[in-house]
């Protein structure tokens, strides 16, 4: 593993890595066991690949956590994974405060429920002056969601005429969303073979440089992230121009 780390080009990291955990329900499937145990192992994988990103020097991580669509699964399986969420904020928030790692979480938290907000917000609040990575959870988010969000707020400011139909451009729209002060995503990572975004950051994913592995998530590890990496520096981002145009 340390000879894929010299490979890694620390000039040229990127600076957002949003990642679609998957796989968890099909890892657990696959040993016999149900959905839960799946989701219990992803925390092993949250765990490494945030120590990753932190020991690499990445800013941003951005972990798809929890949808709006996943309310509509079964009740058990949905209550399991608020009380995981839970669980697993009181025993991570002293690591990410003592690694100067800042939460930020996006997404409907009026869906939450009450207890998982409050624990959120402590933690929020325990690591808000934190420097070093911020670790982004998206919960009770999905990209429709944040763009409906995002038109109803602009909409209520022109009808109190706060702002203008004429001053309405794309920078408007990006200070509505949930990630106003996030920079977009240059690498998006999806385990478990499947080849399609699912209602994630459809704004900020315009430009960013998508991963596929087949490697469910509770497998997922510091490896299979820095060939992730990898495979991004060795892609021509040309956002629309040609490649005379980037080298010139």
Known sequence: MSELVEKIDKQKLPKHIAVIMDGNGRWAKEKGEDRLYGHYHGV???RNIVEGCAELGIEYLTLYAFSTEN?????YE???LMELLVSTIRKEVEGLNKNNIRLHVIGNMEMMPEYARGELQEALDITKNNIGLNLVMALSYSGRWELLNAVQKI???VKQNKLSVEEINEQTLQNHLCTANIPDPELMIRTSGEFRISNFLLYQLAYTE???TEVRWPDFRKKNLYEAILDYQNRERRFGKTSEQITN
């Not at 309310?71 to 009740?75: F, I, T």
Request: no cysteine; charged share 35%.
């Open 155 to 157: 909409a209520s400011e």
């Open 78 to 80: 949905v209550e399991g």
């Open 210 to 212: 998508l991963y596929f």
């Open 71 to 75: 309310w509509d699964r079964p009740e």
């Open 44 to 46: 092993d994988s949250v």
